[in-house]
């Protein structure tokens, strides 16, 4: 999967278990007693309400951010940058090169020393970007440039794959879209923690939700049950649409 | 002024022989210091924006103001290291064109480097993440950056190709102003003026301005299209 030279170490490092997971900013606490177990597989929603934590919480997941308290374990491993490097984040606002949308994907490949045009190329099909290969990643729209972000953060074969709000801006097309293309990722093998604060979406791709509020966590459990009975009050107010601010 | 102008359209169309050696040394001098001071700034720009490091603070201030050094002190340090008792006298270097090509790389090439962190810096803070989210290297962040933000920084390099051209002080002190061997368009003026060939004088000097011009144009070509393919 990973481009990891022993395959022994290659298995893939998708479970995550945190314990006591902290986060101070300037003094303010952001995250406190994150204590997580995830299962190695499917669609983890990370949803709450502004200001929750979402986003602070998928930084430390996957290494950008160091936690004030807690460790952060990956199959048992300690999180390291050799795990963040098989790892790829897709951030709400697409962080794109000022290239050509091949000349991206071309980038990130080079970065790992394994330039390859026809893998390039497929990962553009399967994104439906093969027509716009020498367009300018930046001249794209909003959705297009999203599916080449999400394109770009597939082509090293992640073993995580990290969303934070990747359709926050887009129309319900180009919602579907992307959604499509999480689906088909989670189903080839590869775990996502996608972040959203819509409940709907959440209800569309998720396999178990983790709901934060204030910085904690209020509930974990599997979409079905969670859906059905939050079994948290801010949760049952938050999808009900009325949790205070 | 009208008879200055009419000189230098004439001496621009008579291809005379000592203008066009002049130009062609002073083009030689400012485009050789840039590309050395590119060579060294531009690198330093990037490591500057990218790395953290206790000091960092002071060293920017250090090179912006580097940015302001008087020319003839500079002509003055250069012309002390290579004089014959200097440090570097033995490398026999004083008066030459390599004189005046050191003095104008070590003025210019403070503007690259605080010019290209500043580029680099406004640019890395919008790649920093993705850039740590993948795990490129420091070479490879500087390298990446540097590919990218080209447009802004040949415009960083007109700039300084714009300070050297129009650069008299230093340039006099090492290089002489000797004839066919160190003098360039601005010492020349000066010679020219001191002599009271005024109306020459100012032919040359018009045609420095439209060099300086064409530069500028370019510079401001680049610069539109570096605005529109970030905007867009």
Excluded at chain 1, 141 to 150: D, F, I, N, T
Excluded at chain 2, 49 to 54: C, N, P, Q
Excluded at chain 2, 183 to 194: D, F, K, P, Q
Aim: net charge neutral; aromatic share 4%.
């Amino acid at each position: 999967m990973s481009d990891c030279a022993d395959k022994t170490d290659c298995a893939g490092l998708t479970s995550l278990r945190t314990k006591n997971l902290g986060l101070s900013l300037d003094g303010a606490a952001k995250l406190a007693d994150i204590t997580l177990d995830l299962p190695p597989a499917g669609i983890t929603i990370l949803m709450g309400p502004n200001g929750a934590g979402k986003s602070l919480l998928l930084l430390l997941l996957h290494g950008l951010m160091n936690p004030s308290a807690g460790e952060i374990l990956w199959s048992g491993r300690l999180l390291d940058p050799q795990i963040t490097m098989r790892q790829s984040l897709v951030f709400q606002r697409p962080v794109l090169l000022r290239r050509t949308v091949a000349g991206n994907i071309d980038f990130i490949l080079r970065a790992r020393g394994r330039s390859d045009t026809a893998r390039r190329d497929l990962a553009l099909r399967e994104v439906g970007l093969n027509d716009m290969a020498k367009a300018h990643a930046r001249a794209l729209s909003g959705g297009e440039q999203q599916r080449l972000a999400l394109a770009r953060a597939l082509i090293t074969d992640p073993d995580v794959l990290f969303l934070d709000e990747p359709t926050a801006n887009l129309d319900p097309t180009a919602t579907g879209l992307i959604e499509k293309i999480v689906r088909r990722t989670a189903e080839a093998g590869t775990k996502v923690i996608f972040v959203t604060h819509d409940p709907g979406q959440a209800r569309r791709l998720a396999d178990d939700v983790v709901f934060l509020n204030r910085g904690r966590i209020a509930k974990h459990a599997d979409a079905g049950s969670f859906f059905s009975d939050p079994g948290h009050e801010a949760a049952r107010a938050y999808l009900a649409g009325e949790l205070p601010l | 002024m009208d008879s200055a102008a009419e000189l230098a359209v004439a001496l621009m169309l008579s291809a005379d022989p000592d203008l066009i050696e002049i130009v062609w040394l002073s083009l030689k001098v400012s485009l050789s210091a840039v590309f050395l001071s590119c060579l060294v700034g531009m690198p330093l720009g990037a490591f500057l924006a990218t790395t953290s490091f206790a000091g960092r603070g002071g060293v920017i201030v250090i090179v912006n103001a580097l940015m302001g050094l008087p020319p003839v002190v500079v002509g003055l340090m250069v012309y002390l290291a290579l004089s014959r008792s200097g440090p570097m006298g033995f490398l026999g270097l004083l008066y030459t064109p390599t004189a005046m090509i050191i003095a104008q790389t070590l003025l210019i090439a403070p503007i690259v480097t605080a010019l290209s962190r500043q580029v680099l810096e406004d640019m890395y803070g919008e790649y920093r993440s993705f850039f740590r989210s993948i795990g490129l290297r420091k070479d490879q962040t500087i390298l990446a950056l540097i590919r990218d933000a080209r447009l802004a920084l040949v415009t960083v390099a007109l700039a300084g190709f714009g300070r050297a051209t129009a650069e008299v002080g230093a340039v006099m002190i090492v290089g002489g102003n000797i004839d066919h061997l160190t003098r360039v368009m601005t010492t020349a003026i000066a010679l020219e003026t001191s002599r009271g060939n005024l109306a020459l004088a100012m032919a040359l000097g018009l045609i420095l301005m439209l060099l300086a011009l064409v530069v500028n144009a370019l510079a401001h070509g680049l610069r539109l299209s570096t605005t529109r393919l970030s905007s867009v």
